[in-house]
């Protein structure tokens, strides 16, 4: 005797979409915000030796996130979750060391503040775009704005005085556009409602 197949198909589908969470894609931005933590204890130690160690470890962090698209890409496990947890890591780990850097180091405070409201304001607006049309994909200034942002606390992990703020000024210019390019998306999905 068969199991009807509307028995069947719950258990199938929810094995199918366990095993869609469990990508390597995903765990890499998941491995991404782990990473944090060994760059804070590094960033801690106020050494040169304690920054390039961090420095190290902000390097595989990057990788993690260039590699997880490609992976996503390469092995067609782009999904709503990834979509989620990519920026959300990014944002993570960009919020976490630009905090440390801003009360232990000379990163500017007030900007630290403009990134986290940023990104506090593209979470809610990319969760209220989810309910009405989907997860958004990342944008192309927002990605610009984010690998910026990685080469400016790179920077200021190592103290790169000759560079330091004139990089800091450029990334600034690209953090504006970044958010005034989210505007019309925004706009846009209000209209189709």
Known sequence: MSIPRTIAEPRNRHNADA???WTI?????FARV???????LFLREDTPAGNLKAFGVMLVAAATDWFDGYFARRFHQKSDLGRIIDPLADKICVGAIAAYLAFFRDFPKWFLILI???DFTILIVGLFMTVRRGVPESNWPGKVAVTAMAIVLIVFTLDVEPVKWPFFWIMAGLFFVSVASYVPRVLRVNKTE
């Open 34 to 40: 782990i990473l944090v933590i060994p760059i804070l």
């Open 25 to 29: 894609s995903n765990f890499l931005s």
């Open 116 to 118: 986290l409201a940023r």
């Open 19 to 21: 095993a869609h969470w």
